[in-house]
C-alpha cells in the first residue's frame, strides 16, 4: 500500500527571503537632514525679524539699528511690523485732533477725536490711528491730511468753518502720581494749531481736483 507520503515529492521548505537593503535610505536622510536644518534656520530668522523692529525704537543701539535696517524689508513684506513698542519697553504719550466747528448763523461746537464717547471701541481704535496717523507726518503730508479731516468735519456737521489743533497728551511718571499728580495735569498737554478752513475753499478745491482728474 502506497502512503500518502511515499507520493508526495519531496520539497524543501522555502527559505525566507531578505529584502535587498534600499540603496536610496541614506539619501533619504541626507534631505531629511537638510530639510530639518533650513526649517530651523528659517524659524530662527523669521523670530529675530519680528524682534528687531521693537528691539530698534529708542534708545537702542547700534547694532540694533543696523539690524533692523537689514531686517525691514522682509518684515514690512509680511505685515508683522505691528508696532509693538507703542506699548513697551517706554510707551509714549498719544495725539488728538482738537477742532472747533463754526455755523453759517455763528454758533460754534468744540470737539475732539479720539474721545471716550465713540462706540463700538474699534470706532474708538479707528479714530485713535487716524490722529496718531497726523502726528506722525510733516510738512506738505500733515498738510494734505489735514485739510481732508476738515473737509470731513464740515460735511457731516454742516459747517461753515473749522479751526484744528493738534493735541499731545504726555504720560504722566510715576513720581508725578506719588507726589499727588494726575494723568491730566494740564502741563501734560501740548497743544499744535493746523489750521483754519472753510467750507468754501475746502469745497472748491474738491471740485477743482475732480474735474482735473476727469480730463486726464
Not at 526649517?39 to 540694533?64: D, K, T, Y
Not at 481732508?148 to 502720581?177: N, P, T
Request: glycine share 6%; hydrophobic share 40%.
Amino acid at each position: 500500500m502506497v502512503t500518502e507520503q511515499a507520493m508526495t515529492p519531496d520539497k524543501t521548505p522555502a527559505e525566507p527571503q531578505i529584502a535587498a537593503p534600499l540603496q536610496h535610505a541614506p539619501e533619504r536622510r541626507g534631505w531629511r537632514r537638510v530639510g530639518f536644518y533650513a526649517l530651523n534656520v528659517g524659524i530662527l530668522f523669521h523670530l529675530v525679524a519680528v524682534c528687531a523692529a521693537p528691539l530698534s525704537v529708542q534708545p537702542s543701539s547700534p547694532f540694533e539699528q543696523t539690524l533692523w535696517l537689514w531686517m525691514s524689508p522682509y518684515v514690512q513684506v509680511l505685515y508683522q511690523n505691528n508696532g509693538f513698542h507703542f506699548f513697551a519697553p517706554n510707551p509714549e504719550g498719544t495725539n488728538s485732533v482738537v477742532y472747533k466747528l463754526e455755523f453759517a448763523d455763528g454758533t460754534t461746537q468744540d470737539g475732539k477725536f479720539p474721545h471716550r464717547q465713540i462706540f463700538p471701541r474699534l470706532m474708538y481704535h479707528r479714530h485713535f490711528m487716524l490722529s496718531e496717523f497726523l502726528g506722525a507726518l510733516e510738512g506738505e503730508e500733515r498738510e494734505k491730511m489735514t485739510r481732508a479731516f476738515a473737509r470731513r468735519l464740515c460735511e457731516k456737521y454742516g459747517a461753515a468753518k473749522v479751526e484744528m489743533s493738534l493735541q499731545w497728551h504726555d504720560l504722566a511718571l510715576r513720581e508725578r502720581i506719588l507726589a499727588g499728580g494726575t494723568l491730566f495735569d494740564q502741563d501734560l498737554y501740548q497743544l499744535t494749531p493746523l489750521g483754519t478752513y472753510t467750507w468754501d475753499e475746502l469745497s472748491a478745491t474738491s471740485a477743482e481736483k475732480s474735474s482735473l482728474t476727469s480730463a486726464e
